[in-house]
């Protein structure tokens, strides 16, 4: 099993499944307004597409949308800039083409806290647990135990999602590796490999972009 991002894959889990992106981002910018009559008054002027900057940090990336202001009429800003970013990782098996699973970090309009959300295929039994442990043991070994609640399912995914606390947090710095499990439609627990490699690198990162 090996951990790669797929951006493509990122992109749908916030502005589909998170929800992390700013709503300003469903503003629809390819729509433009029509001609103004004669004696109309001007109509505002449509923003540019959002631009998209990604940052690889060991096993995680963080991506960043930047949506430009939009200018309303005689100049004045209909709305200001806005930016929204995340810090991202996906497992993808050894020969398959789509990731089996990825976790995103980031935080929720008007939330201070964060918000961690997995993406995880729709095979899987609801009620079941979603759950991240930090250093990938079980039992009496596990450290920092991270609880998902299931958020909702759509067309090739479910999505789980939970606010780690500080201590949960430190534990996934400082741990080289830990495991995502949650329960398949067959009732048989699946442990996913999770790497913290660059992951204090990447959270510092996204905080300085808050």
């Given amino acids: 099993m090996r951990t790669t991002i797929s951006l493509p894959f990122a992109a749908a889990v916030l502005?589909?499944?998170?929800?992390?992106?700013?709503?300003?981002?469903?503003?629809?910018?390819?729509?433009?307004?029509?001609?103004?009559?004669?004696?109309?008054?001007?109509?505002?002027?449509i923003a540019s597409e959002p631009t998209v900057t990604t940052a690889l940090y060991g096993s995680w990336t963080l991506r960043c949308m930047q949506l430009p202001p939009s200018q309303g009429t005689e100049g004045k800003t209909a709305r200001p800039a806005a930016q929204s970013c995340e810090i991202i990782q996906s497992v993808q098996l050894q020969g398959q083409a789509q990731p089996i699973a990825q976790i995103a970090l980031g935080r929720l309009p008007n939330d201070k806290d964060f918000t961690l959300t997995a993406l995880l295929p729709v095979n899987i039994a609801i009620p079941g647990a979603v759950q991240i442990f930090g250093n990938g043991?079980?039992?009496?070994?596990?450290?920092?135990?991270?609880?998902?609640?299931?958020?909702?399912?759509?067309?090739?995914?479910?999505?789980?999602?939970?606010?780690?606390?500080?201590?949960?947090?430190?534990?996934?710095?400082?741990?080289?590796?830990?495991?995502?499990?949650?329960?398949?439609?067959?009732g048989k627990v699946l442990g996913i490999p999770v790497s913290w490699s660059g992951f204090e690198q990447a959270i510092d990162a996204l905080a300085k972009k808050d």
Avoid at 19 to 28: E, G, H, L, N
Avoid at 32 to 39: L, V, W
Avoid at 157 to 179: M, N, S, W, Y
Wanted: aromatic fraction near 4%.
């Fill in 137 to 186: 043991k079980s039992d009496a070994e596990a450290k920092s135990m991270l609880t998902l609640a299931w958020h909702k399912c759509s067309a090739g995914a479910c999505v789980a999602t939970a606010k780690p606390d500080a201590a949960t947090l430190a534990i996934f710095r400082k741990e080289e590796a830990g495991q995502l499990r949650f329960v398949d439609a067959s």
């Fill in 15 to 45: 502005s589909a499944a998170l929800a992390i992106c700013s709503p300003v981002a469903a503003q629809d910018a390819s729509k433009t307004a029509p001609a103004a009559a004669k004696g109309d008054a001007p109509k505002p002027i």
